[in-house]
């Protein structure tokens, strides 16, 4: 069917090779009503003995069945209409899955288990952006029209034109503005003080929203105790057998991230939310930490569907007030870390 359209690439002599368009359509029943196919062939023919006003020599498909559609008759009626309606509507059959499917892949890197959260809206709008970069072959170099830099000025971007004087001199005078400005540029940025008060804000409306988290979960690399941890460092750093499992994980804590950052998804993504081990998820929360050796480990506060709220106060106790009452519990969390 494909070699068919082909073929009927109005640039060539098309109407040796299809005298009728009947056979095609009845391939197609959607597309036009069976009251039409006789009007569609008659229009066919005619267009093979028809002086166009335009030279159809090298345009696309697309733009020809355009320009068709514009040619009238003395009547002022449109000539080709059922015929051009037609081929647009067999120009628009996807010819293959393959854009759908890399849409589909590409909300999957966007909307993961952590991220799942994200309005639809949300994420059209960052495939925009994606396919908006790739068309224009990067943002770096990006130049912005006369009317952006038409508003550009002291009244829409606050500082824009003072030296680094003056804007510490506005820090120091402790300007009220300026630092409500500063605070709104740094509370995207991750690892700021603007940036975990708006993590707080987030983490209180869930609270409030849902009531207090069901259970806090700890997860804890463990890497000096993992034996797949330590098989990926060797073969990563093709690092001989004699080399210690702590010293693989000193030297190259990014790939012990990576290899955590796997596990954790996929436990988290089958224990917890798939087969639900803790309970029916309704709502969570996860933040991600380094110890100061570099290795990492996962914060959760989870809230169950139907768990029950506990109203009993626990007394506070030090830790080792566990290690006498519970030593084997007091060795395990020391050891793992969980």
């Not at 790739?134 to 130049?143: A, D, I, Q, S």
């Not at 508003?151 to 409500?180: H, K, P, R, W, Y």
């Not at 690892?191 to 987030?202: A, D, I, L, M, S």
């Amino acid at each position: 069917m494909i070699e068919m359209f082909e073929d009927l690439d109005p640039s060539t002599n098309c109407q040796s090779k299809f005298p009728s368009l009947v056979p095609l359509a009845a391939s197609f029943p959607n597309i036009i009503k069976e009251s039409q196919i006789q009007q569609l062939d008659n229009e066919w023919r005619k267009l093979a003995i028809e002086t166009l006003p335009f030279n159809k020599g090298g345009m696309e498909p697309e733009e020809f069945w355009g320009k068709l559609l514009e040619v009238k008759n003395g009547a002022g009626e449109t000539q080709f209409s059922v015929l051009c309606h037609f081929m647009g509507n067999i120009l628009s059959l996807p010819h293959a899955n393959v854009d759908v499917e890399r849409i589909f892949s590409s909300v999957n890197l966007i909307k993961t288990n952590l991220r799942n959260k994200l309005k639809t809206s949300t994420v059209q709008e960052i495939i925009k952006a994606k396919n908006g970069i790739k068309l224009n072959e990067g943002c770096v170099e990006f130049t912005p029209s006369s009317d952006m830099r038409m508003m550009m000025t002291s009244e829409t971007l606050g500082n824009v034109g003072q030296t680094d004087a003056e804007i510490l001199e506005e820090i120091n005078v402790l300007d009220e503005e300026f630092e409500g400005n500063l605070s709104t540029m740094l509370a995207p940025i991750w690892g700021t003080n603007q940036y975990w008060f708006r993590v707080k804000g987030e983490v209180k409306a869930m609270i409030a929203e849902y009531g207090s988290p069901t259970l806090l979960l700890t997860l804890s690399c463990a890497e000096y105790d993992s034996a797949d941890i330590a098989q990926y460092l060797r073969k990563v750093n093709n690092a001989r057998q004699s080399y210690s499992i702590s010293r693989l994980c000193t030297e190259d804590p990014d790939s012990v991230s990576e290899q955590f950052l796997y596990k954790f998804k996929n436990f988290f993504n089958i224990v917890i939310l798939q087969r639900g081990v803790p309970g029916k998820e309704e709502q969570y929360y996860v933040k991600k930490e380094y110890q100061m050796r570099g290795a990492p480990h996962y914060h959760i506060l989870l809230w169950i569907e139907n768990a029950p709220v506990s109203v009993s106060i626990v007394q506070k106790k030090s830790v080792l007030s566990y290690k006498i009452e519970l030593p084997v519990m007091y060795q395990i969390v020391i050891r793992h870390l969980i």
